[in-house]
């Protein structure tokens, strides 16, 4: 694993306000704030909010991220957001491929690659999103689709890009008000799968690349996915939109975490 601290975070996707968003981040830094050697913690807002939120938080706090970036710099591509335009911002990170970027909106693997470098060329840390549908499960093909989509997201990477990748392991069918949250034995398969992966493609540093779970994260199972060895972090969804609620969460999950670390227990 990339780091001893825990890796946890939340997509605010198109749920908030500037004002909303710039309130609970402010909330969110102090109620942490005594935790903050202990954590990775992260927050991607909306596009129309990330102004107001970067001058709003102590970025050696809270990380802030993008929920999504074009590959080009510059081009004539209207709605799209450029990694230039990020960087004016100071972001840390780039989310790619989150399950409805690439359902919703058709993005391929392909795109998905070509935004990885181009957010990793750009100073980014590259969080790529991966999971398998519901059909694919009920056909037993999860697996072949997690290798593709990190295969193909991951083309053309090197050994020294993995200090600027982190992978979100998002079971499509767990997602969303109606996602059924994954097993924490099976998730932690699949993570053993995703870190499998990762070392055939970076043999010396793939064990380095932090792989976090995601779909439908709360408080009920937030601690028996922590303590699975392969599960780095977490990606928590609506259980983290109030700053009162995920800061309750990061507290229970994180004596857990700090128990895996004591004993050794680590993917």
Not at 43 to 58: E, F, G, M, N, R
Not at 172 to 183: C, D, K, L, T, Y
Request: hydrophobic share 40%; proline share 4%.
């Amino acid at each position: 694993m990339t780091s001893r601290k825990l890796h946890i975070g939340t997509n605010l996707k198109m749920y908030k306000t500037i004002q909303e968003t710039v309130s609970y981040l402010t909330d969110l830094e102090r109620l942490t704030g005594d935790l903050a050697d202990d954590l990775c913690l992260f927050v991607i807002p909306s596009y129309t909010a990330l102004p107001a939120a970067s001058a709003a938080v102590d970025r050696t706090r809270i990380s802030l991220g993008a929920q999504n970036m074009h590959w080009e710099e510059r081009g004539q591509f209207t709605g799209e957001i450029s990694p230039l335009m990020l960087q004016e911002l100071e972001l840390q990170m780039v989310e790619i491929g989150h399950s409805e970027r690439r359902h919703s909106f058709r993005e391929t693997d392909i795109e998905e690659n070509k935004k990885v470098i181009s957010a990793i060329n750009h100073g980014f840390i590259a969080l790529l999103c991966v999971g398998e549908t519901g059909d694919d499960k009920e056909l037993d093909i999860g697996d072949e689709r997690l290798r593709q989509q990190l295969k193909v997201g991951l083309h053309g990477l090197g050994e020294a890009d993995c200090g600027r990748l982190w992978v979100a392991y998002e079971p499509v069918w767990a997602i969303g008000v109606n996602g059924i949250p994954a097993r924490s034995d099976y998730a932690d398969v699949k993570h053993r799968l995703i870190r499998e992966t990762l070392l055939q493609l970076f043999p010396h540093q793939g064990h380095n690349v932090p792989i976090l779970y995601g779909g439908s994260v709360n408080p009920d199972n937030a601690c028996d996915l922590i303590c699975q060895p392969a599960i780095d972090g977490l990606f928590v969804g609506r259980s983290a939109w109030e700053a009162s609620r995920f800061d309750a969460l990061i507290r229970q999950v994180l004596p857990v975490w700090r128990q895996k670390l004591a004993k050794g227990l680590l993917g």
